[in-house]
T-cell receptor, first 116, second 114 residues
């Protein structure tokens, strides 16, 4: 079984500053993938970044980077130079890398509000 | 990334009626599609996993006779909420994947049952 924990209450950040969204996970799988999704008020799920459990380097995608600490089982998302459009709900998720039916397990999400 | 569509985006229906939601992968063949529901301010909860041409696998606690899933082709899966009641009002999201690739999400369908 897999579990994702996101415990931060609603987060606030000043525009142009960086913010870290926390995510810890638990799994018995040897190979797994970690994902971050953004969900604005429109409801669509927007894929942000992916980290494979065997990737030695932290993933980066533009202003998004994933601080992967395997021993601590954490996969925090760092957003640099926050923009007003970053205000949304953010979900951390994971899945085993073992087949086509491998399911995503989501955390409960964190609401981020960017202040002008 | 690949595109997944859902139709309708919003639906309002009377209690006791059935509602069908379509999920289509527009530019790839989806070997697997997933259906989620999401209540306000909460996370996505997986309802079922469907593979083309076979019966869906439902998560524990999800009534398969109430939430009928049909995955008739590699680009289309449908979710039918039968005899809908107000407690079924929710945001329903599908996702699709090809082989071991990442899941691509549809834009969601907001169901309101009066």
């Amino acid at each position: 079984a897999q579990k994702i924990t996101q415990t931060q209450p609603g987060m606030f950040v000043q525009e142009k500053e960086a913010v870290t969204l926390d995510c810890t996970y638990d799994t018995s799988d040897q190979s797994y993938g970690l994902f971050w999704y953004k969900q604005p008020s429109s409801g669509e799920m927007i894929f942000l970044i992916y980290q494979g459990s065997y990737d030695e380097q932290n993933a980066t995608e533009g202003r998004y980077s994933l601080n992967f600490q395997k021993a601590r089982k954490s996969a925090n998302l760092v957003i640099s130079a926050s923009q007003l459009g970053d205000s949304a709900m953010y979900f951390c998720a994971m899945s085993p890398i073992t087949g086509a039916n491998s399911k995503l397990t989501f955390g409960k999400g964190i609401t981020l509000s960017v202040r002008p | 990334g690949a595109v997944v569509s859902q139709h309708p985006s919003r639906v309002i229906c009377k209690s006791g009626t059935s509602v069908k939601i379509e999920c289509r992968s527009l530019d790839f063949q989806a070997t697997t599609m997933f259906w989620y529901r999401q209540f306000p301010k909460q996370s996505l909860m997986l309802m079922a996993t469907s593979n083309e041409g076979s019966k869906a696998t439902y998560e524990q606690g999800v009534e398969k006779d109430k939430f009928l899933i049909n995955h008739a082709s590699l680009t289309l899966s449908t979710l039918t909420v039968t005899s809908a009641h107000p407690e079924d009002s929710s945001f329903y999201i599908c996702s699709a994947k090809q082989g071991w690739n990442e899941q691509f999400f549809g834009p969601g369908t907001r169901l309101t049952v009066l």
